[in-house]
């Protein structure tokens, strides 16, 4: 059974409660470290909304890869229900997390579309974001799945740009025992109902 659910980015805290509120609980509410002059700023925003019992998934900010390790930082205080993380650093951060007693924390990967379907970059970090080389999709999800990340992030998705390539993705995926795909990055919703109907 397919389950869809929104990571947003919100104005305030009490909007973050009224998205959480119409939507069923069917959202994570983004923080986004990147905005904050430290990790210590961030931990308190992520626990402000927790107290308050708002899902919250602690991001990097516009995929920056700089912020990789104050990602993992704020996941370890705060454990969060879900935590965008580059690929490079997703595995270290599920370590992190379950040396903490944070097994239930779902943390993504970052991969990026190549513009030819089938193929995708893992290049994603501060440094391998330098490299422009691709592996194909059934590669990287088998790499996922040997690490034990449950999710893929594909971004940026480009509205309908990389349909063809997203697809490709998903079904690598599923096929290595990968059952969440968060596509991000200029999607509307008619352009998530065409991704729906391409998988």
């Known amino acids: 059974m397919t ?6 980015l919100v104005a305030d805290i009490k909007n973050a409660k009224e998205i959480v509120d119409a939507t069923n609980g069917n959202v994570y509410i983004g923080v986004m470290v990147k905005s904050f002059a430290s990790v210590d700023e961030a931990v308190r925003s992520v626990n402000e909304m927790q107290a308050m019992g708002i899902p919250v998934s602690v991001g ?34 599920i370590a ?4 903490v007693g944070s097994e239930q924390t779902i943390v993504n990967a970052l991969v990026k579309p190549s513009g030819i379907a089938g193929k995708v970059s ?7 974001q330098n490299y422009n080389e691709y592996i194909s999709c059934a590669a990287a999800a088998a790499a996922l799945s040997e690490l034990n990340i449950p999710s893929v992030k594909f ?25 969440m795909f968060e596509p991000t990055g200029g999607i509307k919703v008619i ?7 391409h998988v």
């Open 3 to 8: 389950q869809i659910k929104l990571n947003v």
């Open 122 to 128: 893992i290049l994603t970090g501060p440094m391998t």
């Open 191 to 197: 352009q998530l109902v065409q991704l729906l109907k």
């Open 96 to 99: 992190a997390l379950r040396a």
């Open 155 to 179: 971004y940026p998705i480009g509205g309908d740009k990389h349909l063809g390539e997203v697809a490709a993705m998903v079904k690598a995926a599923v096929k290595a025992g990968i059952t």
């Open 60 to 93: 990097l900010g516009g995929a920056d890869p700089a912020m990789w390790s104050k990602v993992a930082d704020t996941a370890i205080k705060t454990k969060p229900v879900h935590v965008n993380q580059v690929y490079p650093g997703a595995g270290y951060t």
